[in-house]
């Protein structure tokens, strides 16, 4: 039997709102014109090494996306209210290894977005733009902050303060987090006694049906 969390059927049949967390982080700022743009992580290379390095999404760029995707890029036009999703296009060498990537039509039916676009696009549009455009200290490349990309603190500080207030799909989320990282606390508890180390109990924590995502802790006693 599948297991399922309380908040499945919930979260199969529901968008994560990212165009109402836009329209926050704009009211939060006090702005009626401009742009706010924002970057997802990077995919790297292990160093030395032709495998990925484990990946974590930039938690402004997906507070204000839910896109999960590594190289991607965000915008949000404050007077249009337009969020616009750019992503990767396909890369013919990739393509052998990894496969066809997520396509814009995959995109837009998949993220609550109001259109999506291919990165090579990105810099002719932030070109075109009339107004201020606001990124995120430290998280804008330099080929975009010749085009003025201003990298301030605003920005940052006012996701930060929408993002202490949780709506229904956030905590949705929250709970579904929670009971994975339950069963994986239950199954490291039912297996403690019959392991001979630390590492044993972490591969039953992060690599069972449901890993658990968070970083696992384990001490030893004397």
């Known amino acids: 039997?599948?297991?399922?969390?309380?908040?499945?059927?919930?979260?199969?049949?529901?968008?994560?709102?990212?165009?109402?967390?836009?329209?926050?982080?704009?009211?939060?700022?006090?702005?009626?014109?401009?742009?706010?743009?924002?970057?997802?992580?990077?995919?790297?290379?292990?160093?030395?090494?032709?495998?990925?390095?484990?990946?974590?999404?930039?938690r402004y760029f997906f507070y204000l996306s839910?896109?999960?995707?590594?190289?991607?890029?965000?915008?949000?036009?404050?007077?249009?209210k337009v969020l616009t999703l750019y992503i990767p296009g396909i890369n013919d060498e990739e393509v052998m290894w990894s496969g066809l990537p997520l396509s814009a039509e995959e995109a837009m039916e998949k993220y609550d977005v109001d259109q999506v676009k291919y990165t090579e696009q990105l810099e002719t549009d932030i070109k075109t733009v009339e107004g201020e455009v606001y990124g995120i200290e430290n998280q804008v490349e330099e080929k975009m902050m010749v085009l003025s990309v201003k990298d301030g603190k605003e920005l940052k500080d006012a996701?930060?303060?929408?993002?202490?207030?949780?709506?229904?799909?956030?905590?949705?989320?929250?709970?579904?987090a929670n009971e994975i990282s339950t069963l994986a606390h239950e199954a490291v508890m039912k297996a403690v006694k019959k392991v001979s180390n630390e590492r044993?109990?972490?591969?039953?924590c992060e690599f069972s049906p449901k890993p658990c995502r968070i970083s696992c802790m384990l001490g030893k006693g004397i």
């Open 66 to 80: 839910g896109c999960n995707l590594p190289d991607s890029y965000l915008t949000y036009n404050i007077a249009d």
């Open 1 to 58: 039997m599948t297991w399922k969390s309380s908040v499945d059927d919930y979260l199969a049949s529901n968008k994560y709102p990212a165009k109402r967390h836009a329209e926050l982080v704009a009211k939060e700022l006090q702005l009626t014109s401009g742009l706010l743009y924002l970057e997802s992580q990077k995919a790297k290379l292990l160093e030395d090494n032709d495998s990925e390095a484990p990946f974590r999404q930039r």
């Open 159 to 176: 996701i930060e303060e929408c993002r202490a207030y949780k709506d229904e799909y956030e905590v949705a989320l929250i709970r579904h």
């Open 200 to 204: 044993q109990l972490e591969a039953i």
